[in-house]
């Protein structure tokens, strides 16, 4: 019922920024907030950023004063701005939303992922 696609992962040299970008579409009737987690080889998924009615927002420890999560509504999309990049911020990100169906059934939806790797 809602499609989540991300897009501006890639390699990076340490110190380095990257803007990743997820656009959700489909049929819902809106969406309540949105957020970026990430998935490393051999640790559990974590919360990285997450932001509620386009103001609210949540950051993990380990990237605050670096990450910066942002939304636009009208567009259904939400970026994350990520600057001073570390090796250890090396994973998979995906995009979440969490939404309402045109029903109004809450849905829990993601992303494919995308790769963010960051070099030493």
Known sequence: QVQLVE???GLVQAG???????A???RIL?????????????KQ????????????????DSVKGRFTISRDNAKNT???QMNSLKPEDTAIYYCNADSLSLLGNPLD?????????VSS
């Open 7 to 9: 897009s501006g992962g």
């Open 16 to 22: 380095g920024s990257l803007r990743l970008s997820c």
């Open 24 to 26: 959700a579409s489909g």
């Open 30 to 42: 809106r969406i309540n907030a949105m957020g970026w987690y990430r998935q490393a080889p051999g």
């Open 45 to 60: 998924r974590e919360l990285v950023a997450r932001i509620i009615s386009g103001t609210r927002t949540n950051y993990a």
């Open 78 to 80: 939400v970026y994350l």
């Open 109 to 117: 939806s993601w992303g494919q992922g995308t790769q963010v790797t």
